[in-house]
């Protein structure tokens, strides 16, 4: 095991830059996850609308998905790193308005204040993402992003389970203040790094100064690349039906377990732990990057069949088991998309590459979250018919990605390479125009 960890604790030894990044993404998120079932316990507790908490989610989804066409042109314009300061501290600052909803007719506040943190989250998340590039080597980057999702999923286990237990045994108003000040630190650490990042030319600058344009013309880049596009897709394919089934967990949690924020923490934990063990194996089994586009597709199957047991089951163990399944697919499918985008997507349009990436994953999660409330408000379908019905609905999609996206991306790389065993992870435009007219 010793050796297995070495990569991974060689690069936060040796390269400070992306520790101090590293850093400041696991202290934020802890707050986010543990403040995450605050805010949930305060729609209940006001409200106790399926349709409501639903529709918080989706507030959240439609913020990002607003803010991010600008957000892209932002973070490829100007300094990343200053722009994820000031994105934390002012976090931190909306977070802590939370403590002023004191009665239900202040409900509204929390829609209000989430929009406005998942507004300046739409900017900080291509911008950090964007930046791993450019603080790590071309080796370092596959265990950099291995290393940030695996965090990611034990910070998401620890603050959920934690946050669970903290929202039910101290209150909202101290989980929000912790959520508030994790911000803060983590502004303090991005101070101290240095994040190169390409710059765009006089030229670009004034040609691109109408933000419509920059946004236009990163539009017009992804679409006229389709090796870029495919893993931009991937995704937004996935969470079109992941993100109600993640949606019903909550609903799971109270109506199914009769568990409320502790049966959410554990099955939210569950999630976290194969989020972080999933794109290490995932990178054991799909070894070539070549084969990722397809794994990808392969992994969507894996996790519409794990929710469809968990749909099925009355135990909180059996569920949390299968739930860690299919999130280890999900974490597999998200480094790997991620990765690709970075090796794929020069400096100047990373940026924009990514929020359009965060535009359609952002949009894809709100529409399937919004249906899967209708649904079980107007009981229409039952919590398990519904779960259930997602999740075949993602087996579904899985098998159009392989039979209709790979079969592009193998001829993607035979035009590259005259092999499409083999993969060149930085590849020009005009190879891309070797492929067919489809738009994938």
């Known amino acids: 095991m010793k050796f297995k960890l070495q990569p991974y604790i060689n690069l936060l030894r040796g390269n400070a830059n992306y520790r101090r990044l590293w850093l400041a993404q696991i202290i934020a998120n802890f707050g986010d996850w543990f403040g995450l079932l605050a805010i949930y316990a305060l729609i209940h507790e006001y409200s106790g609308s399926e349709l409501l908490l639903g529709l918080i989610i ?36 909306v977070v802590l308005g939370f403590l002023l909803i004191r009665t239900e007719d202040l409900l509204w506040l929390a829609f209000v204040l989430t929009a406005a943190q998942m507004a300046f989250a739409a900017i900080f998340e291509p911008a950090k993402t964007s930046s791993i590039p450019n603080v790590t080597t071309p080796d370092e980057l596959v265990v950099a992003n291995i290393l940030s999702a695996a965090s990611w999923s034990i910070i998401f286990t620890t603050g959920m389970a934690i946050g669970g237990f903290a929202t039910a045994y101290l209150g909202t108003d101290l989980v929000f203040i912790i959520n508030g000040l994790s911000y803060f630190i983590a502004a303090f650490f991005l101070l101290r790094a240095v994040i190169p990042q390409t710059k765009m030319s006089k030229r670009e600058l004034i040609r691109t100064r109408n933000p419509l344009t920059g946004i236009r013309e990163g539009m017009s880049y992804l679409y006229e690349n389709k090796h870029i596009l495919r893993p931009t897709l991937a995704k937004g394919t996935f969470t079109m039906c992941l993100g109600a089934l993640v949606y019903m967990l909550i609903i799971v949690a109270e ?7 502790i049966g959410l923490g554990i099955l939210y934990a569950a999630r976290g732990v194969g989020t972080g063990i999933g794109p290490v194996l995932g990178r054991r089994l799909f070894t070539r990057e070549s084969h990722w586009i397809k794994g990808m597709g392969i992994f969507m199957i894996s996790a519409g069949a794990m929710y469809a047991v968990v749909s099925s089951s009355q135990s909180v163990i059996v569920m949390g088991i299968f739930v860690m399944l299919a999130h280890m697919a999900s974490g597999s499918n998200w480094v790997m998309s991620t990765v690709l985008l970075q090796r794929r997507a020069p400096d100047s349009f990373r940026g924009r590459v990514f929020s359009l990436e965060w535009l359609l994953f952002t949009l894809a999660q709100s529409v399937s979250v919004t249906i899967a409330a209708l649904i079980l408000e107007f009981d229409l379908l039952t919590i398990r018919e519904t779960m259930f019905a997602f999740s075949m609905m993602l087996v ?15 001829r993607y790389q035979y035009s590259v390479n005259g092999d499409s065993s083999r993969y060149d992870p930085v590849s020009s435009k005009s190879n891309e125009k070797k492929e067919d007219a489809s738009p994938l």
């Open 58 to 93: 989706v507030v959240k989804m439609l913020s990002l998905a607003a803010f991010s066409p600008i957000a892209g042109y932002i973070t490829d314009r100007f300094d990343r790193r200053k722009l994820m300061i000031w994105c934390d501290i002012f976090r931190g600052v």
């Open 255 to 261: 109506e199914v377990l009769m568990m409320g924020s």
């Open 396 to 410: 579904v999609s899985g098998i159009f990605w392989l039979f209709r996206v790979v079969p592009h991306e193998a």
